[in-house]
């Protein structure tokens, strides 16, 4: 049974910065593809970052880049999420998630995409 708890939220000022981490067990982890969603209060769930299996690709939602950056430890079954430079609307609960993948290069960015999720960690961002 694949389980994945979040870890690493909390309450921040703008200009702070955070680091989620994603620890995963009964997987191979190394064959799964990795994501970053969030969802905000009253809205839908929406992507963040993914990484593919073997870290050599990510892929960014556009109003994060340059701010976040993904990467995983596959030694370690965790994946990060390195926030830099929040915003109060990066405010939400941040949910990582995971996905069987066939080749080492595929990073997947549609939520629909994924078939396990962790609980979720909130991160909230004060002006």
């Known amino acids: 049974q694949v389980q994945l708890v979040e870890s690493g939220g909390g309450l921040v000022q703008a200009g702070d910065s955070l680091r989620l981490s994603c620890a995963a067990s009964?997987?191979?982890?190394?064959?799964?593809?990795m994501g970053w969603f969030r969802q905000a209060p009253g809205k839908e769930r929406e992507f963040v970052a993914a990484?593919?299996?073997?870290?050599?690709?990510?892929d960014y939602m556009d109003s994060v880049k340059g701010r976040f950056t993904i990467s995983r430890d596959n030694a370690k079954n965790t994946v990060y999420l390195q926030m830099n430079s929040l915003k109060p609307e990066d405010t939400a609960v941040y949910y990582c998630?995971?996905?069987?993948?066939?080749?080492?290069?595929?990073?997947?960015?549609?939520?629909?995409?994924?078939?396990?999720w962790g609980q979720g960690t909130q991160v909230t961002v004060s002006s």
């Open positions: 990484i593919s299996r073997s870290a050599g690709n990510t």
């Open positions: 009964g997987l191979t982890f190394s064959n799964y593809a």
């Open positions: 998630a995971a996905r069987l993948a066939v080749s080492t290069g595929t990073r997947f960015t549609n939520r629909y995409s994924y078939s396990d």
